[in-house]
């Protein structure tokens, strides 16, 4: 009895300990906190094919283009998405992620229907420039119909985060920098100065004003551009005078060194364009903005929206494979490394995101694709509309059935055809027979009706992409590869074919997952990509898909 009483004892205390409650802390549990880079810069390099980062690899440093190949994320099949290869469409596309057919830069310039003429993408009539008196500054990003990175940025924020764009070429920095940007601020050949429009603000900052006093044009333009190495070095390049490269002005041949020779009426600084010091005056500015705008500074993500405009003006003029191009390029590599030992003191290594990019590639110049008996070869840029003009009087009699000829696209005059009841489609056909007797015209593409188009899927996506009913043409006229409409020397773009459309991306920095992958991405999918690094909602006319492999997990 006694030993049950004991038991009995024992269990009741066992229940009352397990029935008094537990002691708590006030010891808080970890939480993860929402990070972001202090400042994501985009570069765009204009006219940069994707061969370019290997062809000149092992000429350049380990600061600039190598850093962020060796150290970074590459996307190594990456392509435009359209068929518009031209700078205004591609800066609008790399950050925007969106299409032609959506965000409405067709073109460098373009007919607009709604207005009855052409019109240049970034012109803006209803603003001013500030910076000087000219009528250079006259722009504005209102005829891009979609937001960009930076604008998502801005959103995100509530206008807190700081976005600046910068190029030589005003639509490298306005359509990068997009609507809400802080400022967007380009070259002025006329003075030499940086200016920006009224669309952003009313005077310069006193930063810029700063930058501009230091006259730096003016050094640059009383100097000549001579070859950074040995001619012998150059074995990436064709000789130093070839027939095809363009004899700059004051100049006898195409050859080193070349000074900059100001012609009669012409602008004072516009020669420096088309030389290294181009991307000299640029970096230079960048750095100013970097310190005078305090970027990556801040409580909140800053962006600078970033364009090499130069490569492009030396690759029109010399073309692919010429020694002017190799040597901008081992110079453009320093630039670079430049910017980024900056970021890295002022930022700090690791606190900053950059992304690279080209608007366009180039084709190989048809003289020296011709040397090694590869069909090529250049057209009248006139040729084709006088043909329409022509076909089409001789059919219907007199008229304007032609509006206007341009980026390869027929623009018909829709209000006469429908006036006088000729059906598009017998147009088309009409024009097709006409057109496909010409050398090198390998189709002619109905653009209101591209489903009933024998073309192959990548083409005709490529097509459907560029297709916006108010600002493109009727008609497609598509050349054979390898052909040059209107420019017998140098190189040009424009096309569908692989040398305009496959071009760099490479991302490095915060966030990003080192390595590479061949698979194919798009120009669409860079804008989707920084904007799920920085955890934001995608541009709105967006179309792309992160590359998921370039995120770190």
């Not at 269990?11 to 929402?34: D, G, M, Y």
């Not at 390998?442 to 600002?471: D, F, M, S, T, W």
């Not at 990003?512 to 799920?532: M, S």
Request: aromatic fraction near 10%; hydrophobic fraction near 35%; include cysteine.
């Amino acid at each position: 009895m006694r030993l049950y009483s004991i038991s009995l004892l024992l269990f009741l205390l066992t229940i009352t300990a397990f029935a008094q409650p537990r002691k708590t802390t006030n010891t808080p549990k970890a939480t993860s906190v929402l990070t972001r880079p202090k400042l994501v810069v985009g570069i765009v390099v204009d006219q940069m094919r994707y061969d370019y980062l290997y062809r000149y690899y092992n000429r350049f440093g380990t600061g600039g283009f190598r850093r962020m190949m060796d150290e970074g994320f590459n996307a190594r099949n990456n392509h435009y998405h359209y068929a518009a290869t031209y700078t205004g469409p591609g800066h609008a596309a790399i950050y925007t992620g969106s299409a032609p057919a959506l965000n409405g830069i067709v073109g460098n310039d373009f007919y607009e229907r709604n207005i009855g003429r052409l019109m240049y993408c970034a012109e803006d009539t209803t603003v001013s420039t500030v910076g000087n008196t000219g009528t250079a500054g006259k722009m504005s990003p209102r005829n891009l119909l979609v937001t960009t990175i930076g604008d998502q940025l801005k959103l995100a924020t509530d206008g807190r985060s700081k976005v600046i764009g910068i190029a030589l070429k005003d639509r490298g920095a306005i359509l990068p920098a997009g609507h809400a940007a802080n400022a967007a601020y380009w070259f002025d050949s006329k003075d030499g100065n940086f200016i920006s429009s009224t669309f952003y603000q009313k005077d310069l900052p006193q930063w810029v004003q700063a930058f501009n006093a230091r006259k730096l044009p003016e050094q640059f333009i009383t100097k000549t551009w001579e070859p950074t190495l040995a001619m012998n070095q150059y074995t990436e390049s064709t000789v130093d005078d070839e027939p095809y490269e363009t004899v700059l002005a004051g100049e006898s041949k195409s050859i080193f060194p070349h000074g900059f020779t100001i012609q009669a009426g012409g602008l004072k600084y516009e020669p420096l364009r088309t030389s290294p010091y181009g991307d000299q005056i640029t970096k230079e500015f960048a750095l100013a903005a970097i310190k005078g705008e305090q970027l990556g500074q801040h409580d909140v993500t800053d962006m600078l929206c970033l364009s090499f405009s130069s490569p492009d003006y030396i690759g029109h003029a010399f073309g692919t494979h010429a020694i002017e191009t190799e040597d901008n390029y081992i110079r453009l590599d320093r630039q670079l490394a430049d910017i980024f030992n900056q970021l890295d003191a002022t930022v700090g290594k690791g606190q900053w995101l950059a992304f690279l990019s080209a608007d366009h590639g180039a084709v190989d110049a048809p003289g020296f694709l011709e040397q090694y008996r590869i069909p090529a070869g250049v057209r009248g840029y006139g040729e084709i509309g006088e043909t329409v003009k022509s076909t089409l009087e001789k059919a219907y009699g007199p008229g304007q059935w032609m509006l206007s000829y341009f980026n390869q696209q027929v623009y018909l005059n829709r209000a006469l055809l429908t006036e006088k009841k000729i059906p598009m489609q017998e147009v088309y056909e009409l024009l097709r027979t006409a057109l496909l007797k010409q050398k090198a015209v390998v189709n002619v593409i109905n653009l209101h009706n591209l489903g009933a188009e024998a073309l192959p899927e990548l083409q005709a996506n490529l097509l459907k992409n560029v297709y916006h009913p108010n600002r493109s043409g009727d008609f497609y006229v598509m050349q054979a590869p390898g052909w040059i409409e209107g420019r017998n020397k140098g190189t040009t773009h424009g096309t569908v074919y692989p040398y305009d459309t496959h071009v760099p991306f490479l991302v490095y920095g915060w966030g990003v997952r080192p390595g590479q992958t061949l698979r194919r991405t798009h120009i669409h999918d860079i804008a989707p990509t920084i904007t799920a690094l920085l955890k934001l909602l995608e541009p709105n006319g967006c179309i792309g898909n992160p590359v998921e492999e370039a995120i770190a997990k």
